[in-house]
């Protein structure tokens, strides 16, 4: 960090966040965006009151967390290219 604040200053060292926040904003949208209807495609149609098991909401999660990662991921090579 000291060398590279050094020779091209105290604020490369910043040159990656904002590539960064942006991965974190797409990510954490979509996931959280689009957990509600995947865990409906999941379950289907349900009564009011009753809830999806424990097995149905790892599924939407491990499901949106796959989709917002795919999306996700072309920022994370651009931070680490910065």
Do not use: H, W
């Not at 904003?25 to 009151?49: D, K, S, T």
């Amino acid at each position: 960090m000291k060398l590279m604040a050094a020779e091209e200053g105290p604020r490369s060292l910043y040159s990656g966040l904002s590539p960064g926040l942006q991965r974190q904003f797409v990510f954490a949208g979509l996931r959280i965006g689009l957990y509600v209807p995947v865990r409906n495609v999941i379950c289907g149609p349900m009564e009011p009151g009753q809830n999806p098991t424990i097995l149905q909401k790892i599924a939407a999660g491990m499901a949106t967390g796959a989709i917002g990662i795919s999306i996700a991921n072309p920022t994370d090579l651009v931070k680490v290219r910065m």
